[in-house]
C-alpha cells in the first residue's frame, strides 16, 4: 500500500462559485483529525521516517459565506486570509489539545486551506497548510503532521519517508495498544528548538538518523520490542535534541515504571504536551484507548 502523495482532490467552493450565490449561505465543514506520532520524533526536516496514526480526537472548521468581510477569532481570521479564503463566518470546535503535541495547529491549518481553496489534493492541502502555518504562527514545522492527517486511513498507520517523498500503508499488529499522559505543560512550536543553536544541527541530524532506524525496527516489532524502541526514543529526545526538561523526563520514568506499561515517551514538538504509553492492556493507565480514524474530509451544504 505505497504512494507518492497522491489521492483524490478535495473539493471546496471556490470564490468564484461563493460570489455567485449571494443571499444563500453556503457553508463548508472541515473535519481534521489529531496526529499520534508513534515513533519518528523530529526525523521529517532530515529525510527520515515516521510512523503516524489519526486519532479519534477532532478539530471541526465551519466556514459560512457573507458580505461584509470575515469573522472569528483573529489568529483564525488571519490564516483564512493568508490561504486566501472569501469572506466568511469562521467557527472553530476542537477537543485536540492546544500545545499537547497533537498537531492542533497543523488540524487548524489544514480545515483552512480545504475550505478555502477548491478541488485541491492532499499533498498541495499538506504543503499549503505548512505555508501558511509557517508564515502566520511563525512556526518552524515540517510536514509529518499535515501529511499524516489528510492521507491516514481508518485502522492503518501511515509511514511516512521523507528522503523518497512517500507514504505507505502499516496496519499495526492487535497488541499495539495506546494511550496518552498529559504533562500538563503547554508550549507554542514557535517556542520550540527546531532551529535552537544550542543544539548542533550535525546532532539532530544524528538523532534523525538513529531515530529512522527505530521506525524500521518497529515495523517488525510486537509490543514488548516496541516499548523499548519507545524508550529509546525518548532518552534521544531528552539527551541529544534536548527537546525534554528534567520534570518531563521524571514523569516519563515513572509512566514507563508503571505496571503493564511496556514503553512511554514524548510525543511532538517538545517541552511539553502528552506522553505516549505503550500499555499490556485496556486497564492499564487511566483514560480511553486511543483508536486510529479515519484522514480529514470536507462537507458543503447551502
Known sequence: MKTRWASNPIHGPSYEETTECRGITVKVNASVPARINIIGEHTDHFGGLSLTFSSQHRLELTASTREDGSR??????????????????????????IGAGLSSSAALCVAIVMCSQNNIDPME??????????????????????????????????LLDFSRMSIEGFRMPDDWRFKLVDTGIRRSLSETNYSSSEVKIETRRIHAKEESSRVRAALSSDARALGTILNESHASISDNIRASTPEIDNMVKEIQNTAGVLGARLMGGGFGGMILALIEEEDVLPGELLVSSGSAFLQETL
Open 125 to 158: 492541502i499538506s504543503l499549503e497548510a505548512q505555508r501558511i502555518e509557517n508564515q502566520v504562527l511563525r512556526s518552524n514545522c515540517g510536514l509529518m503532521d499535515q501529511i499524516s492527517i489528510t492521507h491516514s486511513k481508518e485502522g492503518i498507520a501511515t
Open 72 to 97: 472569528g477569532n483573529q489568529t483564525v481570521i488571519n490564516l483564512w486570509e493568508a490561504s486566501g479564503g472569501w469572506s466568511a463566518d469562521l467557527d472553530v470546535d476542537s477537543n485536540i489539545p
